[in-house]
């Protein structure tokens, strides 16, 4: 995978990057600190104190539970790391203020394989487009102090790059309205955020109100670049690529699995979508590539994941078919 983003840096943006998100290697760090507390903290999510060992250097960092619905149906939610109080400049984590860390969200094999199926997907849009968060995998050796006879538990994680960092890399702004329409957006990127979705088989999304929240959108957001618009997706764990055992679908959608993909974009120009559906299947190799360099998964679990991708490539080939199933579906 070190060619993809080699790649994608010298197709980047002029903004700043940060040296945790210039590699794609595994960072192995150790996360210690009282962390059966930390994680059943879901209600009041106070702060807590931890150290984060990694390449050798000791770093106190604060961290708390996040999340919405993970928060809700993991044993193991995910977290904020709080870097903000210390000096980060001799480390990785230069840079960095407040990250999120996607973890695996049960003990079982199969949550930490969801894990790795969400670190591709943020990948995948990686590869068709700049303006997208990036992601770092890590292998994180929890340390719980509360409980010091227990051993070390060891699981796949990864990091996501902050808002505020997307922007200024992009040398953009965030942008923050309360609704937006098809003619406010870019239509380059939100075509290829379409197809995306449904590739990926993602319909926990809309270029709507988030839950519990005053602005645009859910499970995106918006950054201003030149007078544009670009609609940025994350959270993809209710993706039928992930298939996590407890996601399900929304009723109203009318769909009995979220393996079932639905187009859920705005009504575009005929040729405006048609440029992004090419656009993606012209990434083919390289979006398979992502997928068969994961070479943690299980084989089955790689198997499973690389041919939900290639179904889409499958159903791609009839480009006026899905064309009209889109057209059909859009909103």
Avoid at 2 to 30: K, N, Y
Avoid at 113 to 131: C, G, H, K, M, T
Avoid at 134 to 154: C, F, N, S
């Amino acid at each position: 995978m070190r060619w993809l983003v080699a790649l994608l840096l010298l197709a980047g943006g002029a903004g700043h990057t940060s040296p945790l998100f210039e590699d794609d290697g595994i960072l192995e760090v150790t996360l210690e600190g009282p962390l059966s507390k930390a994680i059943d903290d879901t209600e009041r999510r106070d702060e807590h104190p931890f150290s984060l060992t990694v390449e050798g250097t000791r770093l106190d960092v604060v961290v708390r539970v996040r999340g919405i619905s993970r928060a809700q149906v993991c044993q193991f939610p995910p977290l904020r790391l709080d870097f903000s109080s210390i000096d980060t400049s001799a480390t990785v984590f230069s840079g960095q203020r407040r990250l999120k860390l996607v973890t695996h969200c049960k003990k079982t094999a199969s949550y930490e394989q969801n894990v790795l199926e969400e670190y591709a997907a943020y990948r995948i849009f990686n590869a068709l487009s700049d303006v997208s968060f990036r992601v770092r995998l890590l292998r994180v050796r929890y340390i719980d102090t509360r409980k010091p006879d227990k051993d070390a538990l060891l699981r796949y994680a990864f990091l996501i790059e902050s808002k505020e960092a997307l922007a200024e890399r992009n040398e953009g702004t965030l942008v923050k309205p309360r609704r937006v329409t098809k003619n406010y957006l870019d239509d380059t990127q939100t075509g290829l955020a379409y197809i995306f979705q449904y590739l990926i088989g993602n319909t926990d999304w809309g270029l709507v109100r988030a839950i519990d929240a005053d602005i645009c959108c859910h499970n995106g957001v918006i950054v201003g670049i030149e007078g544009r618009h670009f609609y940025v997706p994350y959270d993809f764990d209710r993706a039928g690529l992930i298939n996590a055992r407890y996601a399900k679908p929304d009723p109203t959608l009318r769909i009995r699995k979220v393996t079932q993909r639905r187009y859920r974009g705005y009504c575009m120009a005929d040729n405006a979508i048609r440029d992004a559906l090419r656009v993606v299947v012209g990434h083919q190799d390289t979006i398979l590539g992502i997928m068969t360099a994961l070479g943690a998964l299980t084989g089955q679990e790689l198997e499973e994941s690389s041919e939900y991708v290639r179904s889409f490539f499958e159903v791609a080939a009839d480009e006026e078919k899905l064309l009209r199933e889109f057209e059909k579906r859009c909103l």
